[in-house]
C-alpha cells in the first residue's frame, strides 16, 4: 500500500536505493535495492600490465 | 578541551531529545542547531560523491595532523550533507518526502536558498549515457529529490556548483577523472575542471555537455552564480587518496578565512570576491594548492631517502654534478632534483646491499608533484608527520597525484 524509498542509504560505502512496498498491514510484499553505479573496472583493467590489476582494483 | 567522539555527541542528542520527547526528525533539527551554533554560523560545506571508492572520505576521516575527524566536523566545519558519515538517511514515501533531513533534499535545499555554501566533490563525474538508461550521466545517480526519479551525479554537480561560493574537488577522481578514467573506461569519467590534462573538457567546462534537469544551470560551461563573468573557483586536492593533511588542511583554511554567513550576505560583489580571493589557497598547476605539496617532485619534496644510497651507478652531489667521490654529504635539503637526465638518475641499478632508488622499478616519483615524502602517512600523534609512505617502505610511488593517472603515468612496475 504505500512505497518507502530510501535513497540514498547512508553510512555505506557508495551509492544505494532501497525500495520497499508495505500492504495496508504493514507486512512488506516487495523490495528492491538499486546499486547506483557503475565504473567498469573489468573494462579498464583490459590490456593493461597484468601487475597492475591490483593496484586498480584496490580503488574500488 | 572536551573531546568526544561523534557517536558520543550523537548518543548525547538522543538522550536529550528523548528526554525532550522529540522524534528523529526533530532530533536531527537538534543536532543541525548545535552545530550551527558551534561553528558560529560558517559557511556549511555539502560533500557529493560520484564515481568514487570513498577512498577521500576514509582519508578525511583518518585526520590528525591538524586536527581529529571529530573535532574538525563538531567544531570547525559545518558539514552539511555527506552520505557516508551522516547519521540518518532520508525517506519517501509515495512519492513524497517523509523524512527531508540528512538526504538529498537537505542538500539542495542550499541550492534552492541563494545561501552561500561551500561544494566538495568526490569521486568521477560520468557524463556518458548508458545504453538503456535514460540519458547523460546515468551511470552514477546520487539521490531522490522527488521520491520518483534519481538524480545523476553530473546534474546535480553541476547544478551545485554554479551557485557554489567555492568547489572543492577531492582526489584524483574529481580532478582530473582518475582511474574511473582509465583507458579503456566507457563511462568517460570527468574531473570537475579537467578531464586527464585537458582543461576543457571537464564536467563544468565542458561545452558540449547540455543543460542539466535542474533548472537556473545553464548549458556547457558553468558560471559562477555571484558573478557571472567569472568561472567556479575550484581548488582541485588531487591524490588517491589525497594526504588527510590536503584535505583539511585547505577545507579548514577556506572555512576559518571566510567569514560567517551573515557577514558574506551583506557583502558586496566586489567585496565578496576579495574574500575569496583572500580564503582561497594560492595555486599551482592544474589548480592544486601550493601549501600542500604539488609544487615539487617527490624526489625532492622529502627528500626521498632512497636517491643518494646507490653504491654502484652514477652519483649526483648537491650541485647536480656527478660525483663519485667516496662519500656524499648530507643532502641539501631544499635543493632542486638535478636538472637534465632523470631518465639516468632513475635507472641506477642498486644490488643486494643498497638500498637505492626504486625508480628503475618503476616507482613514479620522479614524475609526481606531491610532499608524501616530506609529510609521510599514518600520523598518530598530532602535529608531527606520519610514520611512513609509499616509496619509504620500498614500495612505488604510482603517481596518484598527477592528472595522468593511472594512464601516462605509467605502468606501474616498469621503469618509464
Known sequence: MATITIDPVNRIEGHLKVVVQTDTAGIITDAACTGNLFRGFELIMNRRDPRDAPVITQRI | MLRITRRDFLKYCSVAAGALGLSASTLMKVENALAKDVTNGGVPVIWISG????????????????????????????????????????????????????????????????????????????????????????????????????????????????K??????????????GIPNGRGSATNAKGLLCQGTSQTKGA???????????????????AWALDPTKTVPVVNISGCPPHPDW??????????????????????????????????????????????????????????PWRYNNTTGRKYNNSGATDNSATLAEPDWNRRYPVGNSRALGKNK?????????????????????????????????????????????????????????DKVGKFYTFI
Do not use: H
Open chain 2, 51 to 162: 564515481a568514487a571508492c570513498t577512498g577521500c572520505t576514509m582519508s578525511l576521516a583518518n585526520t590528525r595532523f591538524y586536527t581529529t575527524v571529530d573535532d574538525l566536523l563538531l567544531n570547525r566545519i559545518d558539514l552539511r550533507y555527506l552520505d557516508t558519515l551522516m547519521s540518518t538517511a532520508g525517506a519517501y514515501v509515495d512519492g513524497s518526502v517523509y523524512e527531508g533531513a540528512n538526504s538529498l533534499t537537505e542538500a539542495k535545499f542550499w541550492y534552492d536558498s541563494g545561501l552561500p555554501y561551500v561544494l566538495a566533490v568526490e569521486g568521477a563525474i560520468q557524463a556518458a549515457p548508458p545504453p538503456g538508461g535514460t540519458g547523460a550521466g546515468d551511470y552514477c545517480r546520487i539521490g531522490d529529490l522527488t521520491g520518483t526519479g534519481d538524480e545523476t551525479m553530473l546534474g546535480i554537480t553541476r547544478a551545485f556548483a554554479s
Open chain 2, 247 to 304: 584535505i583539511v588542511g585547505t577545507i579548514a583554511n577556506i572555512l576559518d578565512t571566510l567569514p560567517p554567513v551573515s557577514t558574506l550576505l551583506s557583502l558586496s560583489t566586489a567585496e565578496l570576491a576579495a574574500a575569496m580571493a583572500a580564503a582561497l589557497p594560492s595555486a599551482t598547476s592544474y589548480n592544486r594548492p601550493s601549501d600542500y605539496g604539488y609544487r615539487e617532485y617527490q624526489c625532492n619534496a622529502g627528500p626521498c
Open chain 2, 164 to 177: 557554489a561560493l567555492a568547489v572543492l574537488a577531492i582526489g584524483t577522481c574529481s580532478s582530473f577523472g
Open chain 2, 350 to 406: 642498486w644490488t643486494g646491499t643498497d638500498l637505492g632508488c626504486l625508480g628503475i622499478l618503476g616507482c613514479k616519483g620522479r614524475k609526481t608533484k606531491a610532499d608524501c615524502s616530506k609529510r609521510r602517512w599514518n600520523t598518530d600523534v598530532a602535529e608531527e608527520y606520519g610514520v611512513n609512505w609509499c616509496v619509504g617502505s620500498r614500495g612505488n610511488c604510482q603517481g596518484c597525484t598527477e592528472p595522468t593517472f593511472p
Open chain 2, 204 to 222: 563544468l567546462t565542458d561545452a558540449s555537455i547540455a543543460a542539466n534537469v535542474l533548472t537556473g544551470v545553464p548549458a556547457g560551461a558553468v
